[in-house]
């Protein structure tokens, strides 16, 4: 997978150019970014579910405001192709 690789080379970068870190210091960093990264991840996938039920309407939801399989969502996608 080409993403992890292009992550956790940026994240190198990064904590490369903070210049003179001690090594627990280096590792919070790291973890951190990798913190952020996850929750961007999270926040990007919420975006698309929210929008997904937009498109199929609310009886297409469960209880929770998720939706309900990802047939579902498979079938939003291909409906726009």
């Known amino acids: ?3 992890i690789r292009d992550t956790e080379q940026a994240i190198s970068q990064l904590v ?5 870190l001690s090594m627990r210091e280096a590792h919070l ?6 913190a952020l990264v ?3 991840k999270a926040e990007q996938l919420r975006e698309v579910r929210t929008s997904v039920s937009h498109l199929l309407g609310d ?3 469960d209880g929770y405001g998720s939706t309900i399989g990802s047939q579902g969502i498979s079938t939003a996608f ?4």
């Open 1 to 3: 997978m080409e993403t």
């Open 16 to 20: 490369a150019a903070a210049g003179d």
């Open 29 to 34: 960093y790291r973890q951190s970014l990798l």
């Open 38 to 40: 996850r929750l961007a």
């Open 59 to 61: 009886a297409h939801r």
């Open 78 to 81: 291909n409906s726009l192709n």
